[in-house]
């Protein structure tokens, strides 16, 4: 019984071939069954293709690039998802910068008016106060004034006391005394 190789070693012819550099060298081509190295490989190849048909192959590497197909497109529909709720939020957190900004000058604005109403407020409490010490000065200038008038008068009357004893003790003597003093009795 011949094996595979012992029968392609028969069918083997020697050729020369060329090597490339102008030499040449011996080449033996090995033909079984009317098949060349060429054929042989290419009936392998035929033979694989067959049974990788036969085992269903080409279905699976179908069915396998399916399914990354559609994992790919699930993919891309949570990235649109991820995308579409990322702009609404974009979206939002601009409403809500927009409206801080609103409040931000609203609050700039009562705080202005609130500065103007103290600043006010501030003026008339001072000119309150102006006019208030003013009064007290006027008031403290009244009293030194009267206490002045009071001083004054004190020292008129008791000028006026001493000069009326040295002129009634000039001019009165005891008879006018006691004419006086019956005048005065005979009254009550």
């Given at each position: 019984?011949?094996?595979f ?28 069954l ?5 054929g042989?490989v ?8 067959a ?10 590497l ?5 399914a ?29 910068m927009?409206g ?6 609203a609050m ?12 006010a ?8 106060m ?15 004034e ?8 004190k ?6 006391a001493v ?11 005891s ?5 006086l ?5 005979s009254?009550l």
């Amino acid at each position: 019984m011949l094996s595979f190789t012992g029968l392609m070693i028969a069918a083997s012819e020697p050729m020369l071939a060329d090597d490339g550099e102008g030499g040449k060298y011996l080449k033996e081509e090995y033909a079984a069954l009317g098949f060349d190295d060429y054929g042989w490989v290419a009936l392998a190849m035929a033979i694989l293709l067959a049974v990788m048909v036969w085992k269903k192959v080409p279905s699976l590497l179908a069915g396998g690039l399916d399914a990354k197909i559609e994992e790919i497109k699930s993919q891309l529909e949570d990235a649109k998802a991820l995308r579409a709720e990322a702009e609404a939020l974009r979206d939002e957190y601009a409403a809500k910068m927009a409206g801080a900004q609103k409040d931000a000058e609203a609050m700039m604005q009562n705080a202005k008016a609130e500065a103007d109403a103290l600043l006010a407020k501030a003026e008339s409490d001072s000119e309150k106060m102006v006019e208030r010490r003013q009064r007290m000065a006027e008031e403290k200038i009244a009293a030194a004034e009267r206490d002045a008038l009071d001083a004054v008068r004190k020292r008129a009357v008791d000028a006026a006391a001493v000069a009326s004893r040295s002129l009634i003790a000039q001019k009165h003597d005891s008879k006018a005394d006691s004419k006086l003093a019956d005048e005065v009795i005979s009254q009550l």
